[in-house]
C-alpha cells in the first residue's frame, strides 16, 4: 500500500538534502526526540494492521529519518519517519524508487506501506520489510568483509540500475509522481542541477577555514573547465548516498540497498565516484571491473569520476564542518575503528584534494 502524496517543490532548488534543504542539517544534529512519534506512529500502523497489536522501539539511526522497529501479530517491520518542517515527501519517491528497483531482480527492500501527506499523522511515514542483517560497514569495523569482493559485487548493481531512466535530471518531482504514476527529475538539463548551490557551498568552506579561498577558486575553475562533461542527453538513476552503510548482507553477500531517499537521475559515474568518497583506489578498480562486466564505462570514464567525486566531496564537507561531524567519535558511522574526528577532518581534506589533482591530470583511479 501506497498512499498520496501532496506535491513539494523543495527538492527542486537542491543539490544535495542535507546540506540546502531549509532546515539545513536537521537529523544530522543529536537533538531529536523520536518517543514523541511513538503514539501518532502506532496509531497510523494499527490501521494498517487492523486487529493486531502494534509494538514499537526506537532505532535511533543516524541518518535523516527517524526509525523505529515495528512488531506486528510476531512480524518485524523496519519503520522510517520523516518529520522535517519542511514537510517533504520525498518519502514518496523513495518507495517508487524500491518497487523500480527490486523489479529489475536487485536486493531492496519490500515497501509494506507509506505516506507522505501527513493526512494521518504530522510527519511523513514509511514500512519496510525488515532485513535482519547488518549494514556493510558494521562488518568493515568488525575486520569481517570481504571489501574488494563486495566492491566488484556494487559496481555490477550499480550498472544494472542504471538501466532505469527517468526523464529529466536531478530529484525527482512528488507531484508529476502523484499526478501521473512516474518519476521525473525537476531539471531539464544536468549541468542545470549539477550548479546548484556550489558557489555556496564553496564559500561555506572558505567562511569556516575549512578551505583556502584560492583552493576553492581553483575547485571552480576546474568544474568550469570541464563543463561539456555535463551536456548529458539523458541521465540515469543515482543512489545518491552510495556507502557501506547503506547495503545490508554478509561478509560476502549483499541482502539490500537501502536508503534510496536521496535518489536522483543524473550521471552514470555519480554513484562509483561516491564510493570514491570513502574507499582507496585498489576498493575503486574492482568496482569498475564489477560495473563493466554488466555495461561499458562511459567514454572519458576518469574524468567524469573525478568531477563527480570533487562535487560530491565538496557537500560531504559541508555536511560535516556544519554538522560537527569532526567533534565525534568512533561510535560514528563515518568514523573508523580506533580513529577519531581530526582523523576524519585530514581525510576530507585529502580526499578533495586528490579529486582536484585527478580532474586536472586525468590521473589514474588507482591514486585514491
Avoid at 558494521?138 to 527517468?166: C, M, N, T
Amino acid at each position: 500500500m501506497q498512499l498520496a502524496t501532496s506535491s513539494s517543490r523543495h527538492r527542486a532548488g537542491i543539490y544535495y538534502w542535507k546540506c540546502d534543504r531549509p532546515a539545513a542539517f536537521h537529523g544530522t544534529l543529536e537533538n531529536r526526540h523520536p518517543e514523541t512519534c511513538l503514539d501518532p506512529l502506532r496509531e497510523v500502523l494499527s490501521g494498517c494492521f487492523p486487529g493486531k497489536e502494534v509494538a514499537l522501539r526506537p532505532l535511533g539511526g543516524q541518518g535523516n529519518h527517524l526509525t523505529f522497529r515495528a512488531t506486528v501479530g510476531g512480524e518485524n517491520y523496519f519503520v522510517r519517519v520523516e518529520d522535517g518542517p519542511e514537510r517533504d515527501d520525498y518519502i514518496a519517491v523513495e518507495s517508487r524508487i524500491l518497487d523500480d528497483v527490486r523489479a529489475l531482480g536487485l536486493p531492496a527492500p519490500h515497501v509494506i506501506a507509506a505516506d507522505a501527506s501527513r493526512a494521518q499523522a504530522p510527519f511523513a511515514w514509511q514500512v519496510l520489510e525488515n532485513i535482519a542483517a547488518p549494514d556493510l560497514n558494521q562488518l568493515l569495523k568488525q575486520g569481517a568483509l570481504d571489501l574488494p569482493e563486495s566492491a566488484e559485487a556494487i559496481g555490477r548493481a550499480v550498472a544494472r540500475w542504471q538501466a532505469i531512466r527517468p526523464p529529466g535530471f536531478g530529484p525527482f518531482d512528488s507531484g508529476v509522481l502523484c499526478r501521473v504514476g512516474c518519476v521525473q527529475g525537476f531539471h531539464a538539463d544536468y549541468a542545470s542541477y549539477f550548479f546548484l548551490h556550489l558557489d555556496r557551498h564553496l564559500d561555506f568552506l572558505a567562511d569556516r577555514n575549512f578551505l583556502g579561498r584560492t583552493v576553492c577558486g581553483k575547485m571552480r575553475a576546474e568544474i568550469d573547465r570541464h563543463r561539456d562533461l555535463l551536456d548529458l542527453p539523458h541521465g540515469c538513476l543515482v543512489h545518491k548516498d552510495l556507502a557501506l552503510w547503506n547495503i545490508l548482507g554478509t561478509e560476502r553477500e549483499i541482502l539490500a540497498f537501502i536508503d534510496w531517499d536521496d535518489a536522483i537521475s543524473g550521471d552514470p559515474m555519480d554513484d562509483l565516484s561516491l564510493l570514491g568518497c570513502f574507499y582507496d583506489g585498489s576498493v575503486l578498480a574492482r568496482a569498475l571491473r564489477g560495473y563493466a562486466s554488466v555495461r561499458p564505462l562511459p567514454d572519458e570514464f576518469r574524468r567524469r569520476f573525478w568531477l563527480h567525486l570533487l562535487r560530491n566531496m565538496i557537500v560531504k564537507a559541508v555536511i560535516r564542518v556544519g554538522a560537527g561531524y569532526f567533534e565525534r567519535g568512533e561510535e560514528f558511522f563515518l568514523i573508523g575503528a580506533d580513529s577519531s574526528g581530526p582523523d576524519l577532518k585530514h581525510f576530507t581534506q585529502e580526499r578533495l584534494a586528490l579529486a582536484l589533482h585527478g580532474l586536472e591530470t586525468n590521473a589514474d583511479i588507482t591514486i585514491l
